[in-house]
């Protein structure tokens, strides 16, 4: 019996028709295992995943290997972003068995949950050197029965290793100016001078690391990290990553060049990068830095914004295309022939040029992904706007992806961080509105009744997933923005007590973190990975929000908490600088300060703008006036108006300077 029908996650749902007798992750599945002594089929993967699309269909929908995998298996379906910490404890053993991972992953199982055998994408015929899925199935069922205490030894020695992995944490110290300089050499070094961004193919965009670099020159005027920040978001702004048409960016681009993307798009990448588009343009004041970062507030809100206030996971990058089949890609490329029947052929030829749209194509079968060539000379503004208008409502009479509709905490976190800045900086109420109702979900629903953050939800109802520590520390984030724009203090208290759970239930010896409570369900290992990847990672969300919220109220614990959690930042920061670009961003913050604000004033005023539009980094902002103001934010306690005018007070390490009623003088005190 398939028993996936009911569940929150769009993933899981998707595969509730199987001929698959799937169970979710439970302690039940792991019951059945024991009483039929069959090792347990681990499948995860998520919604808007391609490969696991096609697994799904080669493997999952037939009735001849759903038979072989139900007599001789217990199959359990995972997704990942509703279990991220099932995810990474199997990933990890994945890696380390393998030296590679990815999704769909698929792990055997002891029905201790030990895992003895690993891969990811199985096809149904042995292809390129690789299996069929049905021929690891019979496989592993032969090393099941005839070699029991082999498929044990290597389970009891996988557990073992990965039990034995300690963290180096760097509890030494605080990164400080030499573990910054010597991560900014390391990204220099990395740095793809022609084309942007860092590293070769596949190549991601790097929100957090450009990040760090924003924050890097605005505290020590490094023209050089400047430029590269501005030159990579140059590329992909200009690439196919980029949708030239309905605006917000793709996963990743399959080569250096940013032409080619894999097609499916993401709540996290466009949050992350809508907020440094915003940042870039409060640095540089460019022009397309705010139209990127408002095109993405736009498309987040347009395309994942739920009925119920929060924002979407994501959408997916396969749909049909016009013979009807289910392929990657098809909803944004175009062939020279479908923009002559949209356009007609002066207008074809025209967006032919602007968009580089080539007979030969750049993606598949002949067709382009739009981007913005170097080589396509003067434009024509107000033509390339009809075009692109044109083109966007024609297609969008195509089929469209897929969206997987479950909200997650964290990654709606940093949506909420990233609308309520770009709201604020481009007098866009109503981005700060959105960023409002999906903050009153989280309160809502994710928090509910239990006072303790639920990972996920869907059509307003939780999950049953506890959430991780990604979840407190960017849900924190995005609630301290939200308190720095509306004046708000509620989202400072709400901030507060989330942080609190942090210190309580997630905080190791040494200023070590845990991705999961101390009272979560104890797996093989309990996940711990301090390297950002797509997003901050759980540990250096926490250290951000921590050192944040220790600047508004002036918390020695949390300051504390912050300081010990930055040791891995020391650690790190050196070797990997791409994978640990926002624990960077918040050590730039920390060696800033960070600056503390008081606005005594009116929200929205002209010292409130000037202090939001700041660039010292990691600087906090509390604005307010009247008597209650200081009820709302600690920072407002005893700053009065100077002469009946609104006035802005800022200090940092301990030191205040005075007080002035100028939003010139206020800029030059914030870098702005």
């Known amino acids: 019996m398939n028993r996936l029908a009911g569940v929150t996650s769009p993933y899981l749902l998707q595969h509730a028709d199987n001929p698959v007798d799937w169970w979710p992750w439970a302690p039940e599945a792991f019951e059945e295992a024991r009483r039929r002594d069959v090792p347990v089929l681990l499948s995860v993967g998520y919604s808007a995943c391609h490969w696991c699309h096609v697994m799904a269909h080669e493997s999952f929908e037939g009735d001849e290997t759903a038979a072989y995998l139900n007599a001789h298996f217990v199959p359990v379906k995972v997704d990942r972003e509703e279990r991220p910490d099932v995810d990474a404890v199997y990933m990890e053993a994945v890696q380390a068995a393998t030296g590679h991972g990815g999704w769909p992953m698929t792990v055997f199982l002891t029905p201790e949950a030990e ?38 030894e290597v389970a009891g020695r996988i557990v073992a290793d990965l039990a034995g992995r300690s963290l180096v944490h760097g509890g030494d110290g605080v990164p400080g100016e030499s573990e910054v300089a010597q991560a900014l050499l390391g990204l220099t070094r990395e740095y793809d001078e022609q084309h942007g961004g860092f590293g070769g193919a596949p190549k991601f965009p790097p929100a957090m690391a450009v990040e760090f670099l924003l924050r890097h020159h605005a505290r020590t005027g490094a023209e050089g990290a400047l430029q590269m920040a501005a030159d990579t978001c140059t590329a992909m702004a200009r690439g196919g990553i980029y949708d030239q048409l309905g605006g917000g960016f793709a996963r990743y681009s399959v080569d250096r060049e940013w032409i080619v993307p894999h097609f499916e798009k993401m709540l996290y990448d466009n949050a992350l990068l809508c907020r440094v588009y915003a940042h870039l343009w409060r640095a540089t004041g460019s022009d397309e830095a705010r139209r990127i970062a408002l095109e993405t507030a736009d ?31 098809a909803y944004y490329v175009w062939t020279p022939e479908q923009l002559r029947d949209v356009l007609g052929e002066d207008d074809a030829a025209f967006a032919a040029a602007c968009f580089g749209v080539t007979e030969e194509g750049t993606f598949e079968e002949g067709a382009s992904v739009l981007r913005l060539p170097g080589d396509a000379g003067p434009v024509d503004a107000a033509r390339v706007a009809g075009v692109r208008a044109r083109l966007l409502a024609a297609r969008d009479e195509r089929p469209h992806p897929g969206r997987d509709d479950k909200v997650v905490a964290a990654w709606n976190g940093l949506a909420i961080a990233a609308l309520a800045e770009t709201g604020a900086y481009f007098d866009r109420p109503d981005l700060v509105e959105r960023a409002t109702e999906a903050a009153d979900l989280l309160v809502r629903v994710h928090l509910g009744e239990v006072a303790r953050l639920t990972r996920t939800s869907k059509d307003g109802r939780a999950g049953d997933n506890a959430g991780v520590l990604e979840d407190y520390g960017d849900v924190a984030e995005g609630f301290l923005a939200l308190a720095a724009v509306t004046g708000e203090g509620a989202w400072l208290e709400f901030a507060g007590f989330l942080l609190d759970i942090v210190l309580e239930q997630f905080t190791g010896e040494g200023g070590q973190l845990f991705d999961t409570a101390h009272d979560a369900e104890q797996l093989i290992r309990r996940p711990q990975d ?143």
């Open 299 to 329: 498309f987040m809100v347009r395309e994942l914004r739920t009925a119920e206030g929060g924002f979407a996971s994501a959408l997916d990058a396969d749909s049909e295309d016009a013979e009807g089949r289910h392929v990657e890609g």
């Open 115 to 152: 895992p003895f055998y690993f891969g990811t994408y199985f096809p149904p015929e042995p292809r390129h050197g690789s299996p069929s899925f049905q021929q690891v199935l019979e496989g592993v069922t032969t090393a099941w029965t005839d070699r029991r205490e082999e498929v044990a």
């Open 530 to 672: 301090p390297t950002d990847s797509a997003t901050p990672s759980g540990w250096t969300a926490a250290a951000g929000a921590l050192l944040s919220y220790a600047a508004y109220t002036g918390s020695e614990p949390h300051r504390t908490a912050a300081e010990g959690a930055l040791g891995v930042v020391k650690a790190l920061g050196p070797r990997v600088p791409r994978f640990v670009g926002w624990g960077l961003a918040v050590a730039e913050a920390l060696l800033d300060g960070p600056r503390e604000v008081a606005v005594a004033g009116p929200v929205g005023g002209e010292l409130h703008r000037t202090a939001l539009l700041g660039r010292a980094p990691g600087a906090v902002v509390a604005a307010g006036e009247g008597p209650g103001a200081g009820a709302e934010f600690p920072l407002l306690v005893d700053r009065p108006l100077v002469g009946g005018e609104p006035t802005a007070y800022v200090c940092r390490h301990f030191v205040c300077d005075a007080p002035t009623t100028d939003a010139g003088e206020l800029a030059d005190k914030l870098g702005g």
